[in-house]
């Protein structure tokens, strides 16, 4: 049994970490960690991670940047690996994962569906060819208008994918009200939609001469971030150190 302390059990992701969770025989939620304790959970909640007095295998975080660099401290000194699902984390957050990783095993990705991983491997593929013979990339996200940063962690995970398969030669565009020019050949255009109770589209728009690719991925329900984070955190139990994506899970 693999015993897993939630960061931000009372948020959604953490509800549907609980669900998840509640029904598979090889992890138990031994602690949460949130604002209040408000009685939903037979297991206590404290509301530090630093408070928390529980034996636990991994520690599985979806909370806010805010607090990252906190719980990735907390983690080091409990000698805790971490499933770090957090997004918006700055260059230097991710300079600290990194650093972490040397004397803890840390498993960090902005989105932890298998849908989405395969389509990074599918753009991989393809942007080298498509870039070749002068097609634009545009990436357009669309998420609940209550998600706090933008764009969102997946939409940059893409665009990261699709920049390292073109040895990192392009730039990233976010905003074009500023400024009145052509489009460059060499940018990734990135636009961020909030409303209603989007759960996460992504769409990724290859758009040549008088055609144009798209491909997306869509989310129903956050369950399927649930079940990835889960089955990061069995990967992650048993690890001594090291830095860790979802690849390592689903390859």
Not at 82 to 99: A, F, I, N, R
Not at 165 to 190: A, C, F, M, P, W
Not at 217 to 232: C, D, E, I, L, P
């Amino acid at each position: 049994m693999i015993r897993v302390i939630v960061n931000g059990c009372n948020g959604k992701m953490g509800l549907a970490l609980y669900e998840i969770m509640k029904n598979d025989y090889q992890v138990e939620i031994v602690a949460g960690i949130d604002i209040e304790d408000k009685g939903y959970y037979k297991f206590p909640v404290y509301s530090s991670i630093k408070e928390c007095k529980e034996i636990a295998d991994v520690v599985i975080d979806f909370t806010y940047a805010g607090i990252t660099d906190m719980v990735i401290e907390s983690c080091i000194e409990k000698k805790l690996p971490l499933v770090l699902c957090t997004t918006g984390l700055s260059k230097e957050q991710l300079d600290l994962v990194e650093m972490a990783s040397k004397q803890i095993p840390i498993l960090q990705s902005y989105n932890m569906s298998l849908g989405i991983h395969t389509l990074k491997k599918v753009l991989q593929q393809i942007a080298p060819i498509l870039s070749e013979q002068g097609f634009d990339i545009e990436i357009v996200e669309r998420h609940h208008n209550q998600k706090i940063d933008a764009p969102s962690g997946t939409a940059i995970l893409l665009a990261n994918a699709i920049n390292e398969s073109l040895n990192d030669s392009y730039h990233y565009v976010y905003d074009r009200s500023k400024t009145r020019q052509e489009r460059e050949k060499n940018e990734i255009g990135i636009s961020a939609v909030r409303g209603g109770s989007i759960v996460g589209d992504h769409e990724v728009i290859f758009a040549g001469k008088d055609e144009v690719l798209e491909f997306s991925h869509h989310a129903y329900s956050k369950n399927v971030f649930a079940k990835g984070a889960v089955a990061a955190a069995k990967f992650l139990a048993d690890k001594k150190s090291g830095r860790f994506t979802m690849e390592d899970v689903v390859s």
